[in-house]
């Protein structure tokens, strides 16, 4: 394999001494980029995209080649899963996914199969092989799933949903049909991790989009053991380096010190939750993603710059922080404002690495 020339993301996760702090953006391949959409409108639709290694690896440089970004991240979906295991996964225009055979009962639970990553998911693999090769070693490339209950909203309801009904109705009213399932993902996750990072990924991320809808009781039982399980069966090794794992859970701010003590190496933060309050909660025990308010790239350069200073300030002097948005970032953000942001992350952070 190339040798890395660019480790800085890679060592903020583990907590070593780097002279900046690192970017990338989640979602950072994307419709607001006018390249992203030019691929999508010759490829067709969005899966089209992820299914095929080619196309699948140019969206993924398309943003590196326009940013100093410090990572690349694997363009897939965390709905590969499900559709793997049988669900029939398609994205209507404006609407969001949606599965054509979404969980009834138990039974459809029981009768689920696990995928083997290299057979029924091979094109995220070959994805992955494809992007490592064409990164020559410029950036590592991050692999990420979803987070097992994340997964079971979607598969339970049928789609994204607001109140969460049928998979609450589910985890209340019908407790073990829901573990059985959480169970089976956290196998299908494990495994698919470990083939990602088998096929190149270089650190890994846990994304629990949906985690902060729970009670704290419930998160723990429904979300957190199985990203826990995940964690315990995780590669943590490849190519003579330590594969870092993130865990994300959106809305989490108020169980950080629970998600350290999974052993992960990093957490992500909203920015619901202050990154000041975050590393007070989490101590040495992980490095913290986080955290710029997506929203925040619709406003001037000027108060972007600002914002970054500010969270730079919030986190801290010392290592350690990856910075990041909150979450994902919006379709309708002007490319420009991203490089502001960008910009001023490499401008302002070498002062809290001295
Ligand atoms: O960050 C990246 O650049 C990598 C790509 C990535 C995508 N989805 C591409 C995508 C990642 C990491 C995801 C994860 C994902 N997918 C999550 C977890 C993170 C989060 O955003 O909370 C979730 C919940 C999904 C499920 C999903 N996929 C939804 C709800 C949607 C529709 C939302 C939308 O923006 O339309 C998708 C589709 C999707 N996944 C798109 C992209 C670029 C948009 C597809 C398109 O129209 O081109």
Same mark, same amino acid.
């Not at 996760?13 to 391949?29: E, F, G, K």
């Given at each position: ?28 391949? &994307? ?12 490829? &067709? ?27 690349? $991240?694997?363009?897939?979906? #965390? ?48 994805? +992955? ?7 020559? &070693?410029?950036?590592?490339? $991050? ?45 299908? +996750?494990?495994? @698919?991790?470990?083939?990602? $990072? ?46 870092? +794992? ?6 989490? &701010? ?21 990154? /000041?309050?975050?590393? /007070? ?16 790239? @619709? ?29 994902? #970032?919006?379709?309708? +953000?002007?490319?420009?404002?991203? /490089? ?15």
């Amino acid at each position: 394999m190339t040798e890395l020339k660019n480790d800085v993301y890679l060592r903020a996760l583990l907590r070593q001494p780097t002279t900046r702090t690192p970017i990338w953006m989640m979602r950072q391949a &994307g419709r607001y980029l006018p390249e992203y959409r030019a691929v999508r409108a010759e490829a &067709g639709d969005f899966m089209s995209v992820c299914q095929n290694p080619e196309l699948a690896c140019e969206v993924t440089l398309q943003p590196l080649r326009r940013f100093a970004l410090d990572a690349a $991240i694997l363009f897939s979906d #965390i709905l590969t899963i499900p559709d793997a295991m049988g669900l029939g996964l398609y994205f209507e225009t404006g609407e969001g996914p949606r599965f054509q055979r979404p969980l009834q009962d138990h039974a459809s639970i029981a009768a689920l199969p696990i995928p083997d990553p290299e057979q029924e998911l091979r094109y995220v693999m070959d994805a +992955v092989r494809t992007i490592r090769r064409e990164l020559k &070693g410029e950036v590592p490339l $991050i692999g990420f799933s979803g987070s097992p209950w994340t997964l079971a909203t979607y598969m339970v309801e049928g789609g994204s949903t607001k109140n969460f009904a049928k998979v609450k109705q589910m985890a209340f009213a019908e407790p073990q049909s829901l573990h059985l399932l959480l169970s089976k993902l956290a196998d299908a +996750v494990t495994l @698919y991790l470990n083939a990602q $990072i088998a096929a190149g990924a270089q650190a890994v991320m846990i994304f629990d989009t949906w985690g902060g809808v729970l009670s704290p009781r419930d998160y723990r039982e429904f979300s957190l053991a199985y990203m826990q399980r995940i964690v315990d069966g995780l590669t943590r090794e490849a190519e003579g380096r330590r594969v870092p +794992v993130t865990l994300f859970t959106k809305n989490g &701010g108020q169980w950080l010190a629970d998600m350290a003590a999974t052993g992960a190496d990093a957490l992500g933060v909203d920015w619901t939750t202050d990154l /000041a309050s975050a590393r /007070a909660a989490v101590g040495e025990r992980v490095a913290l993603q986080g955290n710029m308010d997506p929203s925040m790239l @619709y406003a001037s350069p000027q108060r972007i710059r600002d914002e970054v200073k500010t969270i730079l300030a919030s986190y801290g002097e010392g290592h350690g922080h990856v910075f990041n948005l909150g979450h994902g #970032i919006h379709p309708t +953000v002007d490319p420009e404002h991203a /490089a502001a942001f960008i910009d001023a992350v490499h401008e302002f952070s070498p002062a809290y690495h001295r």
